[in-house]
C-alpha cells in the first residue's frame, strides 16, 4: 500500500524560562492509504504535538526544529501559509478534541458543513447542500436534520456531525485527537464503529490519538506508542497485543484490565512522565523500567527493526539491525 503520510525525524521544542522543552524528539512514522494508525500514549507524551506540527499549528513559543512531513507529496514543514490554508481541510482533517463542543451553537449543522465546503471548493451552494445530505446520512443522521441547531443534538449526534464535517472535502487523511473524550462509553464504542466502517467504506487514512489502548487496538491497523516525546515502539496491532517488546509498552499493556480475562492482574507502571525540559539523559524511559543498564545512561536507543514492520527503540534489541 502506497504511504499517504510520512513524517520524518520530526523534533518539535516549545522555549521555556527554563530552556527548551523537548516535546516531540526524532519522530518518524507512516501512513498507508486506506490505514488507520493509532498514536497512543499518556498524557503530556507529544500525541498532540506530533498532530499540530503535521498541520503546522505549532504556536509561539514553540516550534518545529527539525523534520520532514511530506502529505502525498506535498512538504508541509516548508509549505507556504496560503498553500497550507488550501492543504488544511481540503487535504488533512481533524476531527478535534471535544469535538462534539466544536459546532457553532448559532448556525445550524448544516449551515456550518455547507461553509466548510464552499470555503475550499468552488462550487454552488446547492450542491454543496447535496453533499451536506450525502454526508450526514453517511454518519447515520437523516438528511432532513440539516437545518437542526448544535443544542438539538445529542454528545453522540454532534460528534457524526463534526466527523461529516471532517469528511466534506474528501480529505486524504484525517487525524481524530482524543475526539471521543467526553462520551459515555456506549457512544463511544457507536462513533469508533462508525468510523471504522467509514474507513472501510471510503478506503480513508485515519490517524487515531488516544490515550486509550483497548480503544486504539480494537480498531487500528498499525500503532505507534510514544513515551516522552518520542516512539518507542511502532507495529501492526496483533504483534503490538502478541509481541510488544518495549517495557513501556509492556507496562501499557500490564497496566489495562481485560473485559475477556476478569482474573487478569492489573500492574500500573510505576513512576511519573519526565520533564521534558530536562529528561533523563539516554533513554528516557530509564527512570521508570526494571530492565535499565549501563548503556541506557550513557546513549539513546534508535527505533530499529526488530522484524518487517515491527520496530523497536530499546538496548534489549540487541539482534535488530536495520534504523528506520
Ligand atoms: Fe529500559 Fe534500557 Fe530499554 Fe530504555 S533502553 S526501555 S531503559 S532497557
Known sequence: MKNILTVKNLTTHYDTPQGPARAVENVSFTVKKGEMLGLIGESGCG?????????RLIEYPGKIVTGEVDLDGKDLVNAKTSELEKIRWKD?????QSAMNALNPVYSIGDQIIESILLHENISRKEALNRTKTLLELVGIDKDRWKSYPHEFSGGMKQRVAIAMALSCSPKLIISDESTTGLDVLTQAQVIALMKDLQRKLDLSIIIISHDLPLVTSICDRIAIMYAGKIVEWAGTSNILQDARHPYSKG???ATPDLANPEKKVVSIPGTVPNLVSP???CRFRDRCQYAMETCAAAEPELVAVKSEHYVSCFLEKGAKYVL
Open 280 to 282: 533523563p539523559e539516554g
Open 47 to 55: 500525541k498532540t504535538t506530533v498532530a499540530q506540527s503535521i498541520l
Open 252 to 254: 501499557l499493556l500490564d
Open 92 to 96: 488533512i482533517a481533524v476531527i478535534p
